[in-house]
């Protein structure tokens, strides 16, 4: 089930998307006719109250044109940072030990991490579909792209062990770790460099566990329509029973909660000379099963 966050003529809910990602349904507030009342609550609020997908179908309106509602980013704002994995495909994690802008002490020759590289980004970076990526300029001049597959934890949970993590998954979405690889640089950490306003693309909508599979799902990442970004998650240095294990060893994980799983080969920081993103540019981030959701960098 695909389940979009989106706003129509003054209202804001969320609704389900027919498989053919032509028209969506809102979710109303009671079962009923439609043109009833949009429900306020929010997926968020309904994942962390472990509420079953069934209470959704059984409050539907009537289809709308997905072209005529505006989508927002199915959790536009998560109860806490994003938690984000670092040097997850090996071909990134050698693109990003050559390009020098690495601080984090990977020795020559290691580039792959032993264990996770766990960092976070803050809330405030989580945009929708469509919305413009601020260049913040004079801040940065080294801007990339990021194409991930995100987790959304559905069920809360510590000391999580591989073989039970999949059932503490709600589902998936797409995001786009947009990093100002500079700032990532110069102060030898990465949550500020993640961190910016609008540096969290994320949609085009959620999708149930079920939807795809997690373990072999191809994902690309467009700039101004070349393909820059093409991999699949079944090359995963850390899978996401792995993921899940490590983050979980001492944290609790909450519903709701996002892990973006880290990117395939392609950024900008990779190509000689690197290859940043300007002012103008488009951002087309795709993943099979999921969907796809299109961003462009704001003039200033
Ligand atoms: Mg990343």
């Known amino acids: 089930m695909k389940i979009a966050t989106m706003e129509w003529r003054g209202r804001r809910g969320i609704g389900i998307v027919d498989a053919e990602a032509a028209t969506v349904r809102p979710v109303l507030a009671s079962g009923g006719a439609a043109g009833g009342e949009w429900s306020g609550r ?42 984000c994995i670092g040097k997850n495909y090996r071909a990134h994690a050698e693109e990003f030990a050559r390009s020098g802008f690495d601080t984090t002490g990977a020795p020559p020759g290691a580039a792959a991490p032993e264990r ?25 001049a080294q801007m990339d792209y990021e194409i991930e597959l995100a987790v959304i934890i559905g069920r809360r949970g510590r000391g999580i062990a591989p073989a039970d ?10 995001v786009n770790d947009i990093t100002a690889r500079d700032l990532q640089r110069d102060h030898q950490q990465w949550f500020l460099g993640k961190s910016l306003d609008t540096f969290c693309p ?24 070349e393909l820059r970004q093409e991999g699949n998650t079944r090359l995963f240095l850390f899978d996401i029973p792995a993921l899940i294990s490590c983050l979980s060893a001492g944290i609790t994980l909450l519903p709701g909660d996002l892990i973006a799983t880290g990117t395939p080969a392609g950024v900008g920081a990779g190509f000689v ?24 960098v704001a003039a200033g």
């Open 42 to 83: 929010t997926l968020r609020e309904r994942i962390e109250a472990g509420e079953p997908l069934s209470a959704l179908l059984d409050c539907l309106g009537a289809p709308l044109p997905l072209a005529e509602v505006r989508l927002l980013a199915p959790i536009p704002e998560p109860r806490r940072n994003i938690l």
């Open 116 to 140: 996770p590289i766990v960092f976070t980004k803050a809330t405030t970076t989580v945009i929708g579909p469509g919305d413009a990526i601020l260049p913040h300029l004079g801040l940065t």
């Open 165 to 174: 993590a999949y059932a503490h998954v709600w589902g998936y979405t797409i």
């Open 202 to 225: 994320m949609g085009p909508w959620a999708v149930t566990a079920d939807e795809i599979d997690p373990g072999n799902t191809a994902l690309r990442c467009y700039i101004n329509g």
């Open 273 to 296: 000379p690197p290859r940043f993103l300007r002012p103008g540019d488009e951002i087309r981030s795709v993943i099979d099963g999921i969907g796809e959701m299109t961003h462009r």
